[in-house]
C-alpha cells in the first residue's frame, strides 16, 4: 500500500476522457487499499504533488503535456515514480512522424508517407510537391495531425481535390502534418502489459461510412470484438509486432498499438503507439486486459507495481 | 465507445460482463445518443482563461444584487412554506399572470388558464415531443435549428427534415414542398419546429408574409407548429411581428416561452400554450417528467412581476445587447476576412457566420482554443452533418472588449486557414481585410475570383 497521486484532466484537447479515465483509475487504487490523490492538471501542479509527496503518480493524462513527456519530465525533476513510459519513449511516441521514422529505421512495417510542416508550405512550396506525393501513396490518402492523439482532425482525402482542407484541418492540430497510405483492411489494437501482448481488440465500423471518422469515433457507430477473431497465426504476428514496437520505441508499463491488417495481402502495418491509452469504462486496454482474465483493478495494480524502479 | 458482445473465442463473453452489463440494458433510443469529439471539445471551452463567444448566456450580472436579495428575502419572510412546498403540475395562478403580461408585451393574448408551467423552454420541447412523436416519426425543423433541441429529437428517435432559411426566415416555399413530398412517401410530420424571432443560431427573422403562410399551411394540413420565441422582447431595432399563436389560423400552434432570456435562466422556469388535447397530455408527461417546476422560482416571479419593474430590466437588457450586438458587428468587419459572410441580426443573442467551404468549424474550434477563444461550430445545428463551415457567436454574454478580442482571434485563425489554404491550392490569399474592399477594375472579374464587395457580402445573409 502506497500513496499515489492521480493526474488526470490538464488543458489537452482530451481532458473529458483523461477525467473519465482518471476517476475510474482512483476508485480502483482506492479499493486496492492505496491512499489516493486525485490531481486535475494545472497551474499549481508541481506545488500539489510536492503538498501530496506521493510514493507514485499515475499519469492518467491523454494529448498534449500528458504524452508527449512533459509532465513525465516534470516528475523526473521532481523525483517521483510514475506509470507507463518515460520522457524519451513518450516523445517518441506523441510524434506519429518521428514514431514511423523509428519503425522504418528498423524495418517494421508503417505505411508509407510523408509529413510537413506549415512552413514547409508557406515558405519552401511544399504544395508543389503535392502532385507527386499523391502518385506515389495512391488515393485515398490519409492526413493526420503529427501528435493529436484522439481521432479529431483526421481525414480521409478521396482526391486531389479533397486534399488542401484535410492538411488545414490537420494543422488545426498540430504543427506538422502526415500524409499517409490508406491501408484498406481491418483495424487492430495490441495492447501491452509489462512485456506481455494482451488479447487483441478489433474495431468494426457498424456502418458502410468508412472514410467518415468522426462517424467511427462516434458512439454506437462503431463497435469492438476481442479478442479479434484472426486465428493462431495471425494473432500471434500481430501481437509479437506490437510487443517489437513497445520494445523499439523504449516504451514502459503498459501501452497500446494500433496495427492495420491488409485486405488481401494479409500484411501487418503499424499506424501508431499510444503511451497512456484510455481507462475508462468502454476504452480498448482495460478490455483487452479482462479478455485476459485481468480485472481493472488487477490491472491498474500492476500499472503501479511496474512504475516503482525495482532497484530504486 | 460502445462495446458489444464479443463473437466467441478464448476468454469468452463472462470475463466482459462488467462491460456489457450496461450495454445491455440501454434502451435502443440511447444508440442515437451521441457523445462526439466535439462534445469534448465543447467542454474544454468552458475554462475561465477561454473568451467564450459559444454560450447562449444572458448577462445576468445586469439584475440588480440587491432587488434579488430583497425579493427572497420578502419571500422567505412571508411565504416559506408555500415556497418549499411542491406547486400544482401547471403551475402556480401568479405566474400565469406573470405570463399572461409577458406575452401581452409581445401582443399575444392568452388566458392563465391555457398555460402550463415548465422547467426551462427546454422541458416544452422535450414534452411536445414526449407527446406527439414515436420513433422514426418526422420533425420539421429549420436548417440550422436551435443546438439544444438536436439531443431532444435525437432521444425520441425522430427523422428531422431541415428547411432552408434565408434573410426572412424559413424557406415556406420548401416547407410546402417537403410537405408534398412526404405526402407522397405517406409520411405525416408530427410537428414543425421554428424559432420565428431572432432565430438560434441564425439571428434571421422569419418575415410577416411567411408567418402567416406558415400558419395558414399547418391550418390546411392540420400540422402543429412548435414556435420557439425566447428572444422576442430582445428588438434592438425594428418594428415587433406578431407570433405565429397570435395569428389568424394560430390554434394550430404550440407557443414556447421562457424566462430565461428576460429574467434568468437559472431560475429554470419556462412555459407554454397550446391547443387543449395537447397541453392535457403534455401536463401528464410533465406530472412523469419532474411533478412541478420549483415552487421558489415560481414565487420569486411572480413576486419580481408584481414589483412591476420586469419591463424596465428588460429595456435595460436590449440597450446593453444592442450595444455589444453592434461591437461584434464591427469587430467581424475588422478581423473576418472577405470571404467570409455573416448574419445582421435585429434582436436576440446570435450572430450566424459562414466561412468558406474549405474550413471546418470543428477543427477550426480547436485552433481556437489553442488561442483561448470559442464559438459554437455549424454542425451542432444539423442532424445531417451539414454546417461544417459556419459557426455560432454569441454577444450577449460577454462584455465589449471580450467580443472584441474574441472576435479578433477567431478572425487570426480563420485568417491563418485561409491563407494556408490559398498556398496548398496556388489560390492567392486574400490578405486584405474585410473593411478596405479594393474596387475590382473589371466586375467580371470580381465574379470569377468570387470576391464579393463590402456591400455586396452584406447582403449576403444566412442560407
Known sequence: MSSVAVLKGGRSLERQVSLRSGARVENALARLGHEVVGIDVGHDLVARLRAAAPDVAFVALHGRDGEDGIVQELLEALGIPYTASGVSACMRCSDKVVAKHAMRDAGIPTPDFYAFTETAFKELGAADALGAIEDRLRFPIVVKPADQGSALGIRFAASAADVPAAIVAAFSYSEKVLLERHVHGRELAVSILGDEALPIVEALPREEDFYDFSARYTIGRTEFVCPAELGDELSARAQAMALEVFRLLGCRGFARVDLMLEDGSDELYVLETNVIPGLTETSLLPQAAETAGISFDELIGRIVELAVPAAA | ?463
Request: net charge negative; with cysteine; glycine share 8%.
Open chain 2, 1 to 463: 465507445m460502445r462495446v458489444t458482445p464479443t463473437r466467441g473465442g478464448p476468454g469468452g463473453l463472462s470475463q466482459r460482463r462488467d462491460l456489457e452489463r450496461y450495454a445491455a440494458l440501454f434502451a435502443s433510443r440511447t444508440s442515437v445518443m451521441k457523445s462526439s469529439a466535439m462534445r469534448d471539445l465543447m467542454a474544454i471551452t468552458e475554462r475561465p482563461e477561454v473568451i467564450s463567444l459559444a454560450g447562449g448566456l444572458p448577462d445576468t450580472s445586469t439584475f440588480p444584487a440587491e432587488s434579488l436579495a430583497a425579493l427572497l428575502s420578502k419571500l422567505a419572510a412571508t411565504d416559506s412554506a408555500r415556497a418549499l412546498q411542491y406547486a400544482p403540475t401547471e403551475g402556480m395562478a401568479a405566474v400565469g399572470e406573470a405570463i399572461a403580461r409577458v406575452m401581452a408585451a409581445e401582443g399575444t393574448e392568452v388566458d392563465p388558464e391555457d398555460v402550463l408551467v415548465t422547467t426551462g423552454g427546454q422541458q416544452v420541447i422535450d414534452l411536445v415531443c414526449k407527446t406527439l412523436v414515436d420513433p422514426g416519426d418526422v420533425i420539421v425543423a429549420e436548417a440550422p435549428t436551435y443546438p439544444g433541441a438536436v439531443p431532444a429529437f435525437s432521444a425520441y428517435q425522430a427523422d428531422v427534415v431541415q428547411i432552408a432559411m434565408d434573410d426572412d426566415g424559413m424557406r415556406v416555399d420548401e416547407l410546402e414542398e417537403t410537405l408534398g413530398r412526404l405526402d407522397r412517401e405517406g409520411r405525416r410530420p408530427k410537428f414543425i419546429y421554428t424559432i420565428p424571432t431572432f432565430q438560434n443560431p441564425a439571428g434571421v427573422t422569419m418575415s410577416l408574409p411567411r408567418r402567416q403562410r406558415l400558419v395558414q399551411v399547418a391550418h390546411e394540413r392540420e400540422l402543429l407548429v412548435l414556435e420557439d420565441n425566447p428572444y422576442g422582447l430582445l428588438r434592438y431595432e425594428g418594428d415587433p411581428l406578431p407570433t405565429l399563436r397570435s395569428l389568424d389560423g394560430g390554434e394550430f400552434v404550440i407557443y414556447l416561452g421562457t424566462f430565461s432570456k428576460i429574467l434568468s435562466p437559472g431560475i429554470r422556469l419556462g412555459w407554454t400554450v397550446a391547443p387543449g388535447p395537447v397541453l392535457e397530455k403534455m401536463n401528464l408527461g410533465k406530472q412523469a417528467s419532474d411533478l412541478c417546476s420549483s415552487s421558489l422560482s415560481q414565487l420569486f416571479v411572480a413576486a419580481y412581476f408584481a414589483e412591476g419593474r420586469w419591463e424596465d430590466y428588460i429595456a435595460s437588457l436590449r440597450e446593453l445587447y444592442r450595444r455589444r450586438r453592434d461591437t461584434m458587428l464591427d469587430a467581424l468587419a475588422e478581423h473576418l476576412p472577405r470571404e467570409a459572410a455573416w448574419t445582421r441580426p435585429s434582436g436576440g443573442l446570435f450572430i450566424w457566420a459562414t466561412l468558406p467551404d474549405y474550413i471546418d468549424t470543428t477543427d477550426l474550434l480547436a485552433l481556437g482554443l489553442s488561442r483561448n477563444v470559442a464559438f459554437v461550430p455549424g454542425r451542432a445545428a444539423y442532424l445531417d452533418g451539414r454546417g461544417g463551415s459556419s459557426m455560432r457567436l454569441n454577444f450577449s454574454g460577454v462584455d465589449d472588449d471580450a467580443i472584441r478580442e474574441g472576435v479578433r482571434r477567431i478572425g487570426e485563425v480563420v485568417r491563418e486557414q485561409v491563407e494556408l489554404y490559398g498556398t496548398l491550392t496556388g489560390a492567392a490569399p486574400s490578405r486584405e481585410q474585410a473593411e478596405p474592399a479594393p474596387t475590382p477594375p473589371d466586375p467580371e472579374l470580381a465574379n470569377v475570383l468570387q470576391l464579393p464587395d463590402r456591400a455586396e457580402r452584406d447582403e449576403r445573409r444566412a442560407r
